[in-house]
Structure formats: structure tokens, C-alpha cells
């Protein structure tokens, strides 16, 4: 009797337990196996560096200088203008009596080493003196124009020229940053009313 239900028990084991066993410890195993088959994504790709040749050295590195002046010329001086327009408008037309307009009539300081200093020292440090323009008074003063850096400041009269003042995208004329870098450090910072002095050589016609 005893024995009997000792056998009945070993073969309900045999029958369902064991296979249980069987399939469930197959599955852990494999499922490990699993696990450890995808711990290799941290596998490093061996790294190959390619043999440099003498001759691409130096196009490797002049092409690094011209990506770098290619970011410069790529500020915006239409942002840049946002600045200006509360004062000057967006058209540039100014606000008579108030803000002159910075439309149709600054083409020609771009031909003179007067003008094209003036035009740099009054973006970057404002300017303040009693200007006729058109037959209209305009006495007031132009704050200095904070955060201007040379490649905005040249941006922005680039923009000024093409927009307002009619002159060619690809003049040569037009202002490059080193060119706002020299006039700054050889001006050193001005005060508007010093730079208001300089207009009287800037332009040809008004004053
Ligand atoms: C807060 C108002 C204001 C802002 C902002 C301003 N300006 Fe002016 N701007 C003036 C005033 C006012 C004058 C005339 C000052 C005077 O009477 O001496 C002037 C004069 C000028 C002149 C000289 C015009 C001439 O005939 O001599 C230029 C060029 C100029 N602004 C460009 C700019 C540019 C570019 C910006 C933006 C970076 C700018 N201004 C931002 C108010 C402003």
C-alpha cells in the first residue's frame, strides 16, 4: 500500500513534473543564453585611422580656416537690424525730426575711408550732434548699440547698403569683419559725441 503510493507519486513525477522541470530549467538556461548573447552591444568597433598623406595635411587644415570665416559671413544682418528698427524702422526710413533715415543716401560713404569709419563707429558706439537730412532737423542721440561685434556691426551695414541703399550683393565694396577690427582698436572706444565729430569728413554733400 505504501509502496503502491510511493510508485503513484514517483510516476505522476516522471510523467508531468519532471518534463515541467525539464522545459522550464531549458528555458531559464536559454533565456540567459539570451542575455548574454546581447551584453556585446557595448562592442567597440575597432577604430581605423586612415593613413594621412603628406600632400592632404595642409587642404585638411585650410579647410577647417575656411569653414570658420564662412561661419562668420553667415550672421544674419537682417537679426542683426531687429535692433535698429525700433529706432530706424523696418523699412529704414527713419521716424522724421526724430530717427533719420538710413535709406538712399549712405551708398557713398562706402567709397571713402572717412565714410566707412564713420559708418563703423556710430553701429558700434552710437552718435550724437545736430544732423540735417533732407531739409529736416534731427537733434538727438544714438545710444551705443550693446553686444555688437565686429562681424555683426560689418553684417549689419552690409545689409544696410543692399537693402536700403541699393548697392550690389557681391559689391566689393561691402564690409568684411577684419576691417571693423582695425577701426575699433584704432579708434579705441569713442564717445558719441567724438564720433558726431567725424561726420563732417564722412559725408561729401550733407553735414
Ligand atoms: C534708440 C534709437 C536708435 C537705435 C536703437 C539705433 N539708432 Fe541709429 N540713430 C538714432 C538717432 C537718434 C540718430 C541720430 C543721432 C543724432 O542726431 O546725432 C541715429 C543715427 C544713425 C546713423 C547716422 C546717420 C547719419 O546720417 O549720420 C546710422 C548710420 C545709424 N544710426 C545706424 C544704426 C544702426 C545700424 C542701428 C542698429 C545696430 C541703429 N542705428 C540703432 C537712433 C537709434
Redesign the pocket.
Known sequence: MGNNLINFAYNKFARYVKPALVIGVGLLLSSCGETEVKKPVKFIPEIQVPEIKASEQIPTKSKKIVQISEFLATVDGGK??K??Q???VKTGEGVPG???P?TG??ASLLKSKHGRE??AL??MN??????N?DGIR??????R?GG?TPEKTAA??NY?MTEFNGVATDDTDLFKTDEIVKISTDNGRMT?QNI?KK?AT??VK?Q
Open positions: 542683426v537690424y535692433k535698429c525700433a529706432c530706424h526724430a530717427f533719420p538710413l543716401r549712405l564713420y559708418l556710430v553701429v552710437g552718435v550724437r550732434g545736430e544732423m537730412i534731427y537733434i538727438g542721440t544714438m545710444p548699440q555688437m549689419v551695414l544696410i558719441a558726431f561726420r564722412a559725408f550733407e
